[in-house]
């Protein structure tokens, strides 16, 4: 990771990849970079209070965005914070990155303001993350 004042970016050149289904993902590493973010506290959903929500007879639809995080713009002054080499060839992110520690708290409160959308029409939703549960 480099950190250049004079040229105005943060290169990373890490990667971490995980599986996923069947094949892998590459996470831009992001430690650098996540030590400048503070951490702010969020509420999400758990396992246990999912399946409170499930009712005897219910049938259930869900739905997995693909590449969630992808849809989400980041503001184009911080493009320069999500600066990456691969192949000898420089890109950054123009969307929320993998890897980056506030991603997950901004997805969860984006979504929460469908689920709440929803749930006033009563449809009864839960979300994880990515993962969405229509009961």
């Given at each position: 990771?480099?950190?250049?004042?004079?040229?105005?970016?943060?290169?990373?050149?890490?990667?971490?990849?995980?599986?996923?289904?069947?094949?892998?993902?590459?996470?831009?590493?992001?430690?650098?970079?996540?030590e400048f973010?503070?951490?702010?506290?969020?509420?999400?959903?758990?396992?246990?209070?999912?399946?409170?929500?499930?009712?005897?007879?219910?049938?259930?639809?869900?739905?997995?965005?693909?590449?969630?995080?992808?849809?989400?713009?980041?503001?184009?002054?911080?493009?320069?914070f999500l600066?990456?080499?691969?192949?000898?060839?420089?890109?950054?992110?123009?969307?929320?990155?993998?890897?980056?520690?506030?991603?997950?708290?901004?997805?969860?409160?984006?979504?929460?303001?469908?689920?709440?959308?929803?749930?006033?029409?009563?449809?009864?939703?839960?979300?994880?993350?990515?993962?969405?549960?229509?009961?």
């Open positions: 990771m480099n950190y250049n004042m004079d040229v105005g970016f943060i290169l990373s050149f890490s990667w971490s990849l995980r599986p996923r289904g069947g094949g892998q993902q590459a996470i831009l590493d992001l430690k650098f970079l996540n973010i503070p951490y702010r506290r969020f509420k999400m959903q758990t396992l246990h209070s999912i399946l409170e929500s499930v009712w005897k007879d219910d049938l259930l639809s869900s739905i997995d965005l693909t590449e969630a995080y992808l849809h989400i713009p980041i503001w184009p002054h911080h493009h320069q600066h990456f080499c691969y192949q000898n060839s420089h890109f950054q992110y123009q969307a929320l990155a993998f890897g980056l520690s506030s991603a997950p708290r901004v997805f969860t409160k984006l979504l929460a303001a469908l689920v709440a959308l929803l749930l006033s029409v009563a449809v009864r939703i839960q979300c994880y993350l990515d993962d969405i549960l229509i009961l």
